[in-house]
């Protein structure tokens, strides 16, 4: 009886030593890709004694929660984030580095490694990533009277055939957003990419009062009568719907538009965002999500392990190809060609990124993103004129950076 009791604590003891080999890891969505479920598999067959434990949490609710856990000294040990929150995170000490080697951040495509950089370091490691194009109604433009296979190549062209659809047919010629929400500044740092412009400088300096920029919101006001009625009421998603309705001419949109036109009558076409009088080539915002590495967890180093894994080339291209996620690939392969010989539509949600940038990191990111929203919104409601607009917003989002 004494052994056979000596013999039952000692399991006791193992199954709690292996139960603190845990990585928590708060999972953003409905539930768990299955891509995903499949590689924690086979990571926790090579990793004996480890466990991957994923929370799935709503998409509203998970950043929140993992910042909650850090504050209250109960981090979990890895989270799903935006990327933008990664400077705040780090400032307040609750993350530690993710350093990429030179080979690592040279297999992505440009400019993606610098959505999750802050002071020379990595915080976080991309596992999605989004960029935009135009898509645009061949039906519309063809009752307009313009050229169905000519999309517009220049901010001037977009703007003046939107002028035309709305005049020729009635029909909103671009689908404006400009609701409370955060894609509002979202669709509008598209605008500043494709012109060059950057908001804030690699020392920090807040660089939002200049002419690009300045060119994009009068970009941003000149559009405003040739727009569906009271942009300041949609997001993103709502605008594709009326696009997917015929009800509008163009839209940015990323490529989940595509695997939804291919299910309607529409005859539709996509191609690189039309460029500003300073662009340098084909630009777009890029956003990525990250997985971030808490501190306090115990299990730092063994959580970085996992988390590159789970990003790694062979992980990722089979996640992000899957279709229908919307997600635009992280990094070039053979992979990738072929899908993009398969769906050309990808292409040129593709080719925006050399000229694109990242969102721009904020030690507060929401009062950086609502002084945005606040720019933008009162120049289309025609509250401000966009030089005193962007001056206020420039004045505001010192205090943010």
């Not at 996620?325 to 070039?332: D, E, F, N, S």
Request: with cysteine.
């Amino acid at each position: 009886m004494a052994l056979a009791l000596l013999g039952s604590t000692a399991l006791t003891a193992v199954t709690a030593h292996a139960a603190d080999k845990e990585i928590s890891w708060i999972y953003c969505g409905d539930t768990i890709d299955p891509i995903h479920t499949k590689y924690i598999k086979q990571w926790e067959e090579k990793n004996a004694g480890w466990k991957i434990t994923p929370e799935v949490v709503g998409w509203a609710q998970c950043q929140d929660k993992a910042t909650t856990l850090a504050a209250a000294g109960t981090p979990v040990a890895m989270a799903y984030v935006g990327s933008r929150t990664l400077k705040e995170f780090a400032q307040n000490d609750l993350i530690v580095p993710v350093p990429m080697t030179e080979d690592e951040k040279k297999s992505y495509y440009p400019n993606i490694v610098d959505t999750v950089t802050f002071e020379g370091n990595q915080w976080g490691v991309p596992i999605a990533f989004s960029t935009k194009a135009l898509y645009w109604n061949k039906d519309l433009f063809k009752q307009a009277g313009l050229d169905p296979e000519k999309p517009p190549k220049t901010w001037a062209e977009e703007i003046e055939m939107a002028k035309t659809i709305k005049e020729k047919t009635g029909i909103p010629g671009f689908g404006l957003v400009a609701k409370t929400f955060d894609n509002t500044m979202h669709q509008f740092m598209h605008w500043v990419y494709t012109n060059n412009g950057k908001v804030i400088d690699a020392e920090g300096n807040v660089t939002l009062d200049s002419p690009q920029i300045l060119a994009a919101l009068k970009a941003y006001k000149d559009i405003v009568p040739y727009s569906e009625e009271g942009p300041t009421a949609y997001e993103q998603n709502e605008v594709r719907a009326i696009f997917l309705d015929g009800k509008v001419a163009m839209i940015q949109a990323g490529s989940g538009a595509a695997d939804r036109l291919k299910a309607t009558k529409i005859s539709w076409g996509i191609t690189t965002l039309p460029l500003g009088p300073d662009a340098k080539g084909p630009g777009t915002l890029l956003i990525t999500d990250s997985l971030a590495i808490f501190k306090g967890s115990g299990v730092e180093d063994k959580a970085t392990e996992f988390a590159k894994f789970i990003t790694s080339p062979e992980v990722q291209s089979e996640y992000e190809l899957q279709g229908g996620a919307g997600l635009t690939p992280l990094r070039p392969s053979a992979k990738v060609d072929e899908f993009v010989a398969k769906d050309p539509h990808w292409k040129p949600l593709i080719e925006g990124i050399s000229y694109g940038g990242p969102e721009p990191l904020f030690t507060d990111y929401k009062g950086f993103q609502n002084s945005m929203i606040e720019m933008i919104q009162s120049v289309v409601t025609g509250k401000a004129e966009p030089e005193a607009a962007l001056k206020k917003a420039a004045g505001e989002i010192e205090a943010f950076k």
